[in-house]
C-alpha cells in the first residue's frame, strides 16, 4: 500500500558529496515522519537522520556536522544532503516513514529497498 523508493546513492571519494532522496508512494493520508537508517556490513542498522512529526531533526553524532536532512512536504520526499563524506560512511541507507493510510487509521512503518553509499579512494 505504500512505497518508498530511494535513489540517489553511488562511489564517491572521500571529502566528496552525494544527496539521497526518498519518494513515498501509495495509499497515504499524512506522513508523521521521515528519515534515513544506514547499515554498513558488520554492523547494526542505525539512524542517520529523521524529521519528527513535529518538524524537527535528530541526527546520529558521526554525521550532525556533515549531513542535512530535508523534506519536501509537497512532493512526499525527504532528502539527505552529504557532505564531507568518510570511508566509514559507507553502508546501505535506507528510507523510513512513518504514515498513516487515512484518519483514524494505525500508524503503519515503511522501509524502502536502501541505496549503496560506497566511499572509496
Known amino acids: 500500500q505504500v512505497q518508498l523508493v530511494e535513489s540517489g546513492g553511488g562511489f564517491v571519494q572521500p571529502g566528496g558529496s552525494l544527496r539521497l532522496s526518498c519518494l513515498a508512494s501509495g495509499t497515504i493520508f499524512s506522513i508523521n515522519a521521515m528519515g534515513w537508517y544506514r547499515q554498513a556490513p558488520g554492523k547494526r542498522r542505525e539512524l542517520v537522520a529523521n524529521?519528527?512529526?513535529?518538524?524537527?531533526?535528530n541526527y546520529a553524532d558521526s554525521v550532525e556536522v556533515r549531513f542535512t536532512v530535508s523534506r519536501d512536504n509537497a512532493k512526499n520526499m525527504v532528502h539527505l544532503q552529504m557532505n564531507n563524506l568518510e570511508l566509514e560512511d559507507t553502508a546501505v541507507y535506507y528510507c523510513?516513514?512513518?504514515?498513516?493510510?487515512?484518519?483514524?487509521?494505525?500508524?503503519?512503518?515503511?522501509w524502502g529497498q536502501g541505496t549503496q553509499v560506497t566511499i572509496s579512494s
Open positions: 523510513r516513514a512513518k504514515i498513516l493510510t487515512s484518519w483514524g487509521s494505525r500508524e503503519v512503518e515503511a
Open positions: 524529521v519528527d512529526t513535529d518538524g524537527s531533526t
